[in-house]
């Protein structure tokens, strides 16, 4: 992507200030990115809603300014000598919510998936105890259907809002997503569709199994690191 112009980075930020939304300018994307490798993003922008997020992937198609999304980057390189006109980033978007009467989270998709596997933990819910160490968050793991020993977030997925390039906000259903083996339709059509926030349906379970299967892949995960 074409590095932006003072004017273009200016304009940028005057719609970020008119719309509250967090961003930073000129970041070592060495000091962020997972690996430790990249060189400047001249903005990362951080939305905190699926609204902001809106308003944000809208007006950046009205200004003909491309942008890539990111989350935890644990599955992203970073070339070092690269200048990243703009990123956007997942990290704001953390709500997290327990319906406890459906056994239903609606969580943000930057909630990192270990920090959901706790709290099913901690509601006595089971479905993803095997993803207690994948270091991803909830919208990357279902950009390419995250899983390990067994579970996936196929089996426990109920829906998602996916936030489109300009700026509508669909609701779409497992079947829409066509999860399969880490792969989504987001990932094979390359739509630009993003997830703001995404709804799993776990089952009520023995807290202590939980905890026991948790602990098992939590070893066998690091005995084979």
């Known amino acids: 992507m074409p590095t932006l112009t003072e004017k273009e980075v200016q304009d940028v930020v005057d719609l970020l200030e008119k719309n509250s939304i967090s961003f ?5 994307m060495s000091d962020r990115s997972y690996l430790r490798t990249g060189g400047t993003a001249q903005l990362c922008i951080h939305p905190c809603d699926s609204q902001q997020l809106s308003v944000l992937l809208s007006s950046l ?11 935890a980057t644990s599955n992203l390189l970073f070339m070092d000598d690269a200048i990243f006109p703009v990123l956007v980033t997942s990290t704001a978007l953390r709500m997290l919510d327990y319906h406890s009467e459906s056994c239903l989270f609606e969580v943000g998709s930057g909630i990192m998936l270990p920090e959901l596997s ?44 996916v936030v489109q390039p300009d700026g509508q906000i669909a609701l779409m259903d497992a079947e829409h997503f066509q999860l399969g083996h880490r792969t989504s339709f987001l990932r094979r059509e390359n739509t630009g569709g993003v997830i703001s926030k995404a709804f799993f349906k776990l089952t009520p379970g023995d807290p202590q199994e939980i905890y026991r299967r948790m602990e098992l892949f939590h070893a066998k995960r690091h005995k084979h690191q």
């Open 24 to 28: 930073e300018r000129n970041v070592d």
């Open 61 to 71: 198609k009205a200004m003909c300014i491309p942008c890539k999304m990111i989350g």
């Open 118 to 161: 706790r709290q099913a933990l901690y509601h006595s819910v089971s479905g993803l105890e095997g993803l207690e160490g994948v270091p991803g968050t909830v919208g990357g793991g279902l950009f390419m259907n995250a899983g390990a020993y067994g579970y996936d977030l196929k089996t426990v997925f109920v829906k998602a809002e």
